[in-house]
C-alpha cells in the first residue's frame, strides 16, 4: 500500500508545489520515507552550512546554496545549486526563487561568527548578522518560503548554577556576536508572529569535527576553538596548549563545554526539515530548541581525549582566564529529542578523530 501511495503524494507535491497536508505523525510511526524537500541553505559554502548540505543530500533533500564567500569555500557547495551573493541582496534572492519555485524551507546559516572579531568589529556584526537577516526573512516570508530554522547559539546563555541550561534558561549575551544573535532570534520571533512563518532557533553548543566523509570541515585557519587549536598544537603549528582558567567551580577547576559532533548538528536539522509540522501542529509560531549532547567535558578532560586518540601527550600549561571568559555550559537535550525525535549518536572521540582526518586532508589538498 504504502509502496503505492508515496509515488503519488510525491508527484502530486513536486508537479503543483502545493503544500500537502499528511499526518506527520503516522509517517513517523509507519517509518515512511520523507517526502524530499528543496531547501535553501544560506552559509551553505561554510563549516556547519556545508555539513547540513551533505546530511540533507544523503536523506534525499536538495539543498540550495546562497553564500557571500566572505569565509566559506565554492568547493564546499561544488555539488548542489549554488549562488554567490549576500542574504539581503534582493536580487539574488530573487533568481534563487524563480530558479526554484518549490524551495519552501530555508536553513538560515550564514553569519559573521567570530567572537573576538566582534568586539573590534562590532558594526560589520550587527549589519550582516541582524539587519541583513531581517531583510533576508522578509524576502523569504514575501517569495512564500514560510519555514525557516536559524542557527543561533548556545553563548547567548547567562551562567547558570551547575551549568546545564534549558531553553527557558535566562539569557545575557556577552559579546557584539553573541548579542546579534539574540537580536535575530527576536526578531524571527517577531516576524514568524507577523507573516505566519513557523521557525526554530537551533542554539547549538559546540561544534567539533567534519564531515565524516570529508566532504567539508574547519576552514579558518585562526579558528579560536578548541579542537582546532589542539590540532595545531598536534601538528606542530602552535608550541603549546594553554589551559587557560583552572579555579572555576567545575569538578577539574577548568572550563566546561558541550562539544557536540557537527555531523550530529547537521542531522538535527534533517530531523527539522522532515518534523517541522510535526513541531507546529496548529500552524505558524517559533521555538527555540538546544542542540548539544547533554553532557559537559571540561578542558582537561578533552585534551586528555586527544592525547589518547592522537596517540602521543599535548605540550600544556596552565594559564590565566581570558578575558570573558566563562566557567560554560552544557545542553539540556530534551526538548531536541521530544520536538525532533534527534540525539546524538556520536561520541567526542569521533569528533577529535574526524577533525585531526579533516586537517590531515587539508594539508594534502
Ligand atoms: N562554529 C561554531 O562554533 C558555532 C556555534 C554556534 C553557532 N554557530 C552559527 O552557525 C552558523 C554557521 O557557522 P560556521 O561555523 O559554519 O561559520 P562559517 O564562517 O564557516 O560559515 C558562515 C558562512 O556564511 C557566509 N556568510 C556570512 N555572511 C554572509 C552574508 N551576509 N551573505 C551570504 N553569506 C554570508 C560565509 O561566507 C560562510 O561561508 C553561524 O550562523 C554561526 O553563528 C556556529
Known amino acids: 500500500m504504502t509502496f503505492l501511495v508515496l509515488p503519488i503524494l510525491k508527484k502530486l507535491f513536486l508537479s503543483a508545489n502545493t503544500r500537502i497536508v499528511y499526518d506527520n505523525r503516522a509517517m513517523r510511526d509507519a517509518e515512511i520515507d520523507p517526502i524530499p524537500r528543496k531547501v535553501l541553505v544560506t552559509g551553505g559554502a561554510g563549516y556547519i552550512g556545508s555539513t547540513i548540505c551533505s546530511a540533507l543530500q544523503d536523506s534525499g533533500h536538495v539543498p540550495v546554496v546562497l553564500d557571500s564567500l566572505v569565509n566559506g569555500r565554492e568547493s564546499f557547495a561544488r ?17 534563487i526563487f524563480e530558479d526554484h519555485p518549490d524551495i519552501n524551507f530555508a536553513i538560515h546559516c550564514a553569519a559573521l561568527a567570530v567572537v573576538p572579531d566582534s568586539v573590534s568589529r562590532p558594526y560589520d556584526y550587527y549589519k550582516n548578522n541582524v539587519t541583513g537577516s531581517a531583510e533576508l526573512f522578509r524576502m523569504l516570508a514575501d517569495f512564500g518560503c514560510e519555514n525557516i530554522v536559524f542557527s543561533s547559539s548556545a553563548s547567548v546563555y547567562d551562567n ?7 531553553e527557558d534558561s535566562p539569557t545575557r549575551p556577552q559579546s557584539p556576536y553573541a548579542r546579534s544573535k539574540l537580536m535575530t532570534e527576536m ?26 566523509r570529508m566532504r567539508s570541515g574547519q576552514v579558518q585557519r585562526e579558528a579560536t576553538q578548541i579542537v582546532n587549536i589542539l ?4 601538528n606542530g603549528e602552535r608550541p603549546i596548549f594553554n589551559v587557560t582558567g583552572t579555579d572555576w567551580p567545575t569538578r577539574d577547576g577548568t572550563g566546561i563545554r558541550d562539544y557536540i559532533h557537527v555531523w550530529d548538528l547537521a542531522q538535527a536539522h ?3 526539515v522532515e518534523r517541522i509540522d510535526d513541531v507546529f501542529p496548529d500552524g505558524p509560531g517559533f521555538v527555540i530548541i538546544n542542540l548539544g549532547t547533554g553532557s559537559g567535558v571540561t578542558v582537561r578532560e578533552i585534551v586528555s581525549a586527544f592525547e589518547n586518540v592522537h596517540g602521543s601527550p599535548i605540550p600544556q600549561e596552565d594559564a590565566p582566564p581570558r578575558p570573558g571568559d566563562v566557567a560554560g555550559a552544557y545542553a539540556n537535550a530534551d526538548k531536541a529529542a521530544e520536538l525532533l525525535g534527534w540525539q546524538t549518536t556520536m ?5 577529535i578523530r574526524d577533525a585531526l582526518a579533516w586537517a590531515e586532508s587539508l594539508s594534502f589538498s
Open 160 to 166: 547558570v548554577q551547575g551549568f546545564m541550561v534549558t
Open 231 to 234: 590540532v595545531a598544537v598536534a
Open 79 to 95: 555539488s548542489h545549486p549554488f549562488y554567490r551573493g549576500d542574504i539581503a541582496d534582493p536580487g539574488v534572492l530573487s533568481r
Open 270 to 272: 534533517v530531523k527539522a
Open 187 to 212: 526578531m524571527l520571533e517577531d516576524m514568524a508572529a507577523g507573516y505566519g512563518l513557523k521557525a526554530i532557533s537551533l542554539r547549538y553548543f559546540n561544534p567539533i569535527g567534519a564531515d565524516p
Open 347 to 351: 561520541t567526542l572521540e569521533d569528533g
